[in-house]
């Protein structure tokens, strides 16, 4: 793993704002403590001039609704304009016609859209909160424009495969196909693995927990809306913060001690680390480790979905 590391991580997760209008029981959002912030155009322009030429990706989610940010397509076009390829995940439900069309003309890459259910039903279990009628319109809307404009921007239909929808797998295969989608079956990720509730969703038989090291400390880097850099998505309330992006730079937090202090726990054992100790990241195994190491980080997520989804002969 120590070879992986490069003088700066190729993939950037930056959080545009942790405001989210749902409430899924499957997200430990519902837990944060952390205020609510929505990130600062010059906090975007720093990360963009000291990342320029050095990462290939920038994720901007994190643990909100990117949309709600009133800049999300500035801020998109802002990374492409430099170079750097962008991915983004919605739950559709703000995704109106107007914001359709600023997303598609902002040049995004990859888009997830987080859908999990055929039906209202299963949608208000998972989902809680949204308006599942609404949202289908949204995001059939914009499949429309994605074929209509000719974008180039890779949209996948999502389902984080849990026990509230485990039977609806191929009725949401063939129904998202058929109004243009890319398909993504998610295997669901019971994050840290400490909340009992989050783990109860958890069909059983998936995941089990692997030691298998973790890729992130070495190639990916987590920014917070509030600047506040974390080890990773599990680090919802920034509890382990190895730096604030405001006031240092990146290469100085990526090279810093604090974060060659967590690589080398990491080696020693993550099971030694807190919100490490149960996740199940790498618990899809070495092969899916391989892929995103291997090859480009945004064409391995393509591949993902192209290839039938890697996980689909466990459902």
Avoid at 38 to 57: M, N, R, Y
Avoid at 93 to 119: E, P, R
Avoid at 141 to 148: E, M, T
Avoid at 164 to 185: R, S, T, Y
């Amino acid at each position: 793993m120590k070879k992986l590391q490069a003088s700066f991580p190729s993939i950037l997760h930056v959080e545009l704002t942790n405001a989210c209008n749902l409430k899924c029981p499957i997200c430990p959002r519902i837990y944060m403590k952390r205020s609510v912030s929505f990130i600062e155009l010059e906090l975007i322009d720093k990360i963009i001039k000291e990342s320029k030429g050095k990462a290939e990706l920038v994720t901007l989610h994190a643990w909100g609704e990117s949309i709600l940010h009133p800049q999300f397509d500035l801020i998109i076009k802002r990374f492409k304009d430099n170079g750097i390829k962008t991915q983004l995940s919605t739950n559709g439900t703000f995704l109106d016609k107007d914001k359709t069309d600023k997303l598609l003309l902002s040049g995004l890459d990859f888009l997830v859209c987080s859908i999990d259910a055929i039906n209202e039903a299963t949608y208000k279990k998972q989902r809680a909160g949204g308006n599942y009628n609404k949202m289908v319109e949204n995001i059939k809307w914009l499949f429309k424009r994605v074929k209509a404009t000719n974008s180039k921007t890779f949209v996948v239909a999502q389902l984080v495969y849990t026990t509230m929808n485990k039977d609806e797998v191929i009725p949401f295969k063939e129904k998202w196909e058929k109004a243009g989608g890319n398909i993504w079956l998610k295997p669901y990720s019971t994050w840290n693995g400490k909340d009992e509730e989050i783990k109860s969703y958890q069909v059983n038989g998936h995941l089990k927990y692997r030691k298998n090291i973790c890729d992130w400390p070495w190639r990916q880097m987590v920014i917070h809306a509030n600047g506040k850099v974390v080890p990773c998505c599990n680090d919802y309330d920034g509890k382990e913060i190895f730096g604030d992006a405001s006031n240092n730079t990146l290469e100085e937090i990526w090279n810093g001690e604090s974060m060659k202090d967590f690589r080398s726990m990491h080696l020693k054992g993550r099971e030694n680390i807190d919100f490490c100790q149960e996740c199940k990241y790498m618990s899809l195994g070495t092969i899916k480790q391989f892929i995103f190491v291997a090859i480009n980080y945004l064409d391995s997520l393509k591949l993902q979905t192209l290839l039938e989804n890697y996980y689909k002969r466990k459902l």
